[in-house]
């Protein structure tokens, strides 16, 4: 069992920047691709970016590539999501995962076992 929890999320006007965390615990040593995922009101979860065990490997939304960047810290046991440019479409409670792969980055929510409770991020125009 591995537990995610989100934190950075906050109200910034458009143009701003966030940095959101997610601290994993339990069973870290296994290998995990981690990622982003979004969902705003109304709308399905959608995904935004993921990143591979080693940091090697990234993926991200079209809607935010260029604009939101992903890491990870695996001495620390967290990874990061750094948003900037922010627009209010942006506007979602973000969900950190874990898909228990050395390699697959994933960008469905299937392929992912564990999931944080998310952080609300509110973009003002």
């Known amino acids: 069992q591995v537990q995610l929890v989100e934190s950075g999320g906050g109200l910034v006007q458009a143009g701003g920047s966030l940095r959101l965390s997610c601290a994993a615990s339990g069973r870290t040593s296994s290998s995990y691709t981690m990622g982003w995922f979004r969902q705003a009101p109304g709308k399905e979860r959608e995904f935004v970016a993921a990143?591979?065990?080693?940091?090697?490997?990234?993926r991200y939304a079209d809607s935010v590539k260029g604009r939101f960047t992903i890491s990870r810290d695996n001495a620390k046991n967290t990874v990061y999501l750094k948003m900037n440019s922010l627009k209010p479409e942006d506007t979602a409670v973000y969900y950190c995962?874990?898909?228990?792969?050395?390699?697959?980055?994933?960008?469905?929510?299937?392929?992912?076992?564990?999931w944080g409770q998310g952080t609300q991020v509110t973009v003002s125009s």
């Open positions: 995962a874990a898909e228990p792969s050395r390699v697959r980055v994933g960008t469905l929510t299937r392929q992912y076992d564990y």
């Open positions: 990143i591979s065990w080693s940091g090697g490997s990234t």
